[in-house]
Protein backbone atom coordinates (compact mmCIF):
# COMPACT_ATOMS: atom_id res chain seq x y z
CA UNK A 1 0.00 0.00 0.00
CA UNK A 2 1.26 4.09 -1.01
CA UNK A 3 -0.37 6.92 0.94
CA UNK A 4 0.66 9.97 -1.44
CA UNK A 5 0.32 13.31 -0.26
CA UNK A 6 1.02 16.06 -2.60
CA UNK A 7 2.10 19.52 -1.59
CA UNK A 8 3.30 23.09 -3.47
CA UNK A 9 0.21 24.47 -5.22
CA UNK A 10 -0.96 28.05 -4.89
CA UNK A 11 -2.38 31.06 -6.39
CA UNK A 12 0.45 32.17 -9.22
CA UNK A 13 0.51 34.71 -12.52
CA UNK A 14 0.58 33.46 -15.48
CA UNK A 15 4.31 33.19 -16.83
CA UNK A 16 5.43 32.03 -13.34
CA UNK A 17 6.50 28.57 -12.05
CA UNK A 18 5.43 26.39 -9.05
CA UNK A 19 6.96 23.05 -8.16
CA UNK A 20 4.42 20.38 -6.78
CA UNK A 21 5.47 17.67 -4.61
CA UNK A 22 3.92 14.33 -3.78
CA UNK A 23 5.49 12.44 -0.71
CA UNK A 24 5.03 8.51 -0.54
CA UNK A 25 4.72 5.85 2.54
CA UNK A 26 5.82 3.20 2.55
CA UNK A 27 9.38 1.97 1.48
CA UNK A 28 8.15 -0.05 -1.83
CA UNK A 29 8.02 3.74 -3.40
CA UNK A 30 11.21 2.76 -6.09
CA UNK A 31 9.14 -0.10 -7.09
CA UNK A 32 5.97 2.35 -8.50
CA UNK A 33 6.14 4.35 -11.75
CA UNK A 34 4.26 7.71 -10.96
CA UNK A 35 2.24 10.31 -12.72
CA UNK A 36 0.56 13.44 -12.44
CA UNK A 37 -3.04 14.37 -13.60
CA UNK A 38 -5.34 17.05 -13.30
CA UNK A 39 -8.91 17.74 -13.48
CA UNK A 40 -10.31 21.25 -14.41
CA UNK A 41 -13.61 22.61 -12.82
CA UNK A 42 -16.43 21.12 -15.20
CA UNK A 43 -13.75 19.15 -16.55
CA UNK A 44 -12.52 15.56 -16.36
CA UNK A 45 -9.30 14.15 -15.14
CA UNK A 46 -6.54 14.55 -17.47
CA UNK A 47 -3.22 13.38 -18.15
CA UNK A 48 0.14 15.41 -17.22
CA UNK A 49 3.03 13.84 -17.13
CA UNK A 50 4.26 10.46 -15.82
CA UNK A 51 7.89 8.62 -14.82
CA UNK A 52 9.02 5.53 -14.46
CA UNK A 53 10.40 3.67 -11.69
CA UNK A 54 14.36 5.11 -12.02
CA UNK A 55 13.77 7.80 -13.94
CA UNK A 56 14.46 6.47 -16.93
CA UNK A 57 11.07 6.93 -18.93
CA UNK A 58 9.11 10.27 -19.28
CA UNK A 59 5.85 11.29 -20.69
CA UNK A 60 3.66 13.77 -21.14
CA UNK A 61 0.56 15.41 -22.24
CA UNK A 62 1.27 17.58 -25.31
CA UNK A 63 0.06 20.76 -23.76
CA UNK A 64 2.38 20.75 -20.91
CA UNK A 65 5.62 19.38 -23.17
CA UNK A 66 8.54 22.12 -22.95
CA UNK A 67 6.94 23.79 -19.31
CA UNK A 68 6.17 20.98 -17.19
CA UNK A 69 9.11 18.15 -15.90
CA UNK A 70 8.93 15.57 -13.82
CA UNK A 71 11.05 14.01 -11.81
CA UNK A 72 11.40 11.84 -8.70
CA UNK A 73 14.20 11.34 -5.59
CA UNK A 74 13.87 7.76 -4.48
CA UNK A 75 15.64 8.36 -1.50
CA UNK A 76 12.98 11.01 -0.19
CA UNK A 77 10.12 8.59 -1.19
CA UNK A 78 9.30 12.01 -3.59
CA UNK A 79 7.85 12.83 -6.88
CA UNK A 80 7.93 16.32 -8.53
CA UNK A 81 6.51 18.33 -11.05
CA UNK A 82 8.37 21.65 -11.88
CA UNK A 83 5.43 23.52 -13.95
CA UNK A 84 7.46 26.85 -15.64
CA UNK A 85 5.08 29.19 -17.73
CA UNK A 86 1.87 28.56 -16.45
CA UNK A 87 -1.05 29.86 -18.32
CA UNK A 88 -4.75 29.98 -16.92
CA UNK A 89 -5.53 27.04 -18.55
CA UNK A 90 -2.96 24.81 -16.24
CA UNK A 91 -5.86 25.97 -12.97
CA UNK A 92 -6.77 22.66 -11.48
CA UNK A 93 -6.44 20.47 -8.83
CA UNK A 94 -3.16 17.98 -9.24
CA UNK A 95 -3.27 14.37 -8.19
CA UNK A 96 0.01 12.24 -8.07
CA UNK A 97 -0.68 8.84 -8.47
CA UNK A 98 1.22 5.58 -8.08
CA UNK A 99 1.36 2.57 -10.70
CA UNK A 100 2.54 -1.09 -10.04
CA UNK A 101 4.09 -0.99 -13.02
CA UNK A 102 7.10 0.02 -12.87
CA UNK A 103 8.65 0.72 -16.04
CA UNK A 104 5.36 1.71 -17.45
CA UNK A 105 5.42 5.73 -17.68
CA UNK A 106 1.75 5.58 -18.96
CA UNK A 107 -1.12 7.85 -19.42
CA UNK A 108 -3.83 5.47 -18.54
CA UNK A 109 -5.06 6.56 -15.22
CA UNK A 110 -6.40 2.85 -15.43
CA UNK A 111 -3.06 2.01 -14.54
CA UNK A 112 -2.69 4.04 -11.44
CA UNK A 113 -3.61 2.01 -8.13
CA UNK A 114 -2.93 4.93 -5.47
CA UNK A 115 -4.15 8.51 -5.69
CA UNK A 116 -3.48 11.19 -3.56
CA UNK A 117 -6.18 14.29 -2.27
CA UNK A 118 -4.75 16.83 -5.17
CA UNK A 119 -3.56 20.28 -4.22
CA UNK A 120 -5.06 23.52 -6.00
CA UNK A 121 -2.71 25.43 -9.04
CA UNK A 122 -4.98 28.70 -9.56
CA UNK A 123 -2.78 30.84 -12.13
CA UNK A 124 -4.42 34.50 -12.42
CA UNK A 125 -3.71 36.65 -15.94
Known amino acids: QVQLVESGGGLVQAGGSLRLSCAAS????????MGWFRQAPGKEREFVAAISWRGGSTSYADSVKGRFTISRDNAKNTVYLQMNSLKREDTAVYYC??????????????????WGQGTQVTVSS
Open 97 to 114: AANPLRFSATMNPNEYDY
Open 26 to 33: GRTFSSYA
